[in-house]
């Protein structure tokens, strides 16, 4: 008997069934429309960009011209790359442009999807952001697709990191921008950092398009993005802590592999205390629970995880002396990304590297609030359902799965579980040869590069040919991938998740073009290509025989997105394939979530070595452990996303104000304003409300007056005069300052005044920002401990934030003020170099932003060459010919001759 939810959904269709039709009207007018697109010459199609623009700004909606734009659009791509969308993708485009997230299985061109979407909104002229997952994808899709945009008549630009300043300010201009998340986040923190309006990048957040949406929307939230600087060298310290970790027992400490967390037993603290005395890392007679033992707390928390949670060859790998971390959802290396708090410096100490300085936080955003930024957001993946619930929850959006093209004929096997690795990998070693002797490619996915690296070991022993994708193999990824599908080809890959290169049956025919082309630069293309084709379709038929590529995972993920994604590689298109996973008891996912129950199972079965189990149940069960770590992940992330949205207000309130000082064109209302409270402050402390004249703290006064407006007033003869009360006391001093301000205008001159307060205000504001991101890190760290006293951290994390934030803007305002009382009149010249000077200090605090490599947690910034054309040497005496003039600077310290570089990028660049 059916259930009512059954019924209903045979009657009624399912909600993704209802969206699918709501389509199927546009699409028919799309298709309606095509011959007469098909009429129109190549400066038709543009002219009929120049109609759309011109309706859109006589108010016409952008849902009135998509069957028109989307039409134009297919017929552009279909004269310049000579793909013609299917309606399945003109559907992922309606929904796209609807600001959903269009589920397309992968080879469905979603590429080629997010050309119409982009095409319809760049329309308005406001810009669009297409977001990939890494520079190659941004570059290649750029390119790819630049040539359509190019035919309706739009500009198309790319981002990346490390790109002249103009290149990308003009990338930033064109209709269409392609760049990946990383870039695009720190730009925006680079833009917040900016002195001028002209040298900002970004013109506003109208409509995303993110492709890999689940990839960057959530693998990636939990991860903020951390423009920093160089702090003080602690190398020592981690060192003589490195030294002691190996030496603690399983009693000192505990580790929950579930929650991936350790901590020190009481005993260990005991141990250690006793041990940091000796190594001189702790003073005799001071004990680890002290407040002045904070610090050595810390690097000892961080030097326990770095030996026991994060592995070599799985968390990071050691590069040219470098610890170089893998993401775990990709497998790529993350050149540049570091951990933060002092964690990879631990690494570096275990590893035996070279410990680059901890860095300070300059400015931090997390994916989470950067994306919500935008007027419209949409996102594009081949598996988005499994995480439906967070995509509505944190960005309000909605997942809706396309229909595949042609039906999926891709064979999914059940899971086979069996008792050890060793069993597990002996079977693996098998089905792979099987498959390769009857000439079926095979990519083979692991969950990390050591274990890539062993099965690639068992192959060798058994002669059967293959090839590694993982970070080390970084740079051939794209050769590797295409050549997976050729006949009996083996692949091991490391983490398939968003390539973002088809694995084509027979091999990607394109890619043995060009090799064919680059080795033959005097043959006819022609006769090269027509050859290469009708291999192709031989080698095709070959594998669509032996039943299409076979996807063998040796373990699940955490998450069941990974795995699919890695199940979605085979079967494009409608073409033949085969998916299977073999597990083992031993497999972190079997060992941590429950695989005792499993093994006396199995054991009561009476299970033979070499066997394996085969059962839905045993799926089910593996979906449910699964569901239950992708639930605690999603937690983290709106655990995260609570504190994060906390400093978001304040980041948006001081971004917000940065923006309207550098618009701008004169501040005396803003300074005026600022210096009025700075003086009812000092009255309401010195001479409070209610109160008589014989009760003020009148040489209090008279100090503070000096100290922060710079004038000397006869406060103590008005205190003794008869009728002067507060409110008195309050225009007198204002009026005095005011007289000041009005003598320092007349004499700088009117223009350069204006400049020097812009200027004061910023460098003031950024200054103080970075001192509250400190303060605000430090409170985070602290306020979980308020949870022993019946007080939820987030409220109080809210409250305190709240109070410092006032109180960073009170002294925001006694700053700016001080020191605009006190700059002094002087000749053209000096005014000139006081400008600079404020500048230059300011174009110093961007430096460590100027260049902040993509992707990092908290990044070496690469600074930019020179800040300012006029150089200040930073150390007195310095000389570019005498190194004992230089000082000591660090390697990731300002170079003494004042260029705003680092040190290791100028003069202590290594010959």
Known sequence: MLGFGTLAKKVFGTPNDRKIKATRPAVERINALEPEFEALDDAGLKAKTEELKSRISEGESLDAILPEAFANCREAAKRTLGLRAFDVQLMGGIFLHQGNISEMKTGEGKTLVATFPAYLNALTGKGVHIVTVNDYLARRDADWMGKVYGALGLTTGVVYPRQPEDEKRDAYQCDITYATNNELGFDYLRDNMKSELNQMYQRGHYFAIVDEVDSILIDEARTPLIISGPADDRSNLYQGIDVLIPELTEEHFELDEKTRSVSFTDAGNEFLESRLVEAGL?????TLYDPESTTVVHHLSQGLRAHKLYQKDKEYIVRDGEVVLIDEFTGRM??????????????????????????VTLASVTFQNYFRLYEKLSGMTGTASTEAEEFAEIYGLGVVEVPTNKPIARVDEDDKVYRTAEEKFAAIVEEIRL??????????????????????????????KHNVLNARQHEQEAQIVGDAGLPGAVTIATN?????TDIKLGGNFEMKVQQALDAEPNGNPEEIRARIEAAQSEAEARVKEAGGLFVLATERHESRRIDNQLRGRSGRQGDPGRSSFFLSLDDDLMRIFGSERLDKVLSSLGMKEGEAIVHPWVNKSLERAQSKVEGRNFDIRKQLLKFDDVMNDQRKVIFGQRREIMEADDLTEVTEDMREEVIDDLVDTYAPPKSYADQWNVEGLDAAIKSSLNIALPVADWAEEDGVDQEILRERIAEASDKLMAEKAEAFGSDALRQI???????????????????????RSVVGFRGYAQRDPLNEYKTEAFQLFESMLESLRADVTQKLCQIQPMSEEQRQQLVEQLRRQQSQAQAAAAQAPAGATNPESEAAGPAVAAREPLVEGFDETDESTWGNPGRNAPCPCGSGQKFKHCHGRLA
């Open 282 to 286: 702790l003073p005799e007679g001071q």
């Open 334 to 359: 993350m050149p540049g990304r570091r951990l933060s708090e002092g964690l990879h410096q631990a690494i570096e100490a275990k590893e035996g590297c070279q410990i680059q300085p901890e860095n």
């Open 757 to 779: 307060e812009k200027q004061v205000l910023l460098q003031t504001i950024d200054a103080k920002w970075r001192e509250h991101l400190l303060t605000l890190e430090h409170l």
């Open 435 to 464: 498959a390769h002797e009857k000439g079926q490619p095979v990519l083979v996915g692991t969950t990390s590069i050591d274990k890539s690296e062993m099965l690639s070991s068992l192959l060798e022993k058994a002669g059967l």
């Open 496 to 500: 398939m998740a968003g390539r973002g």
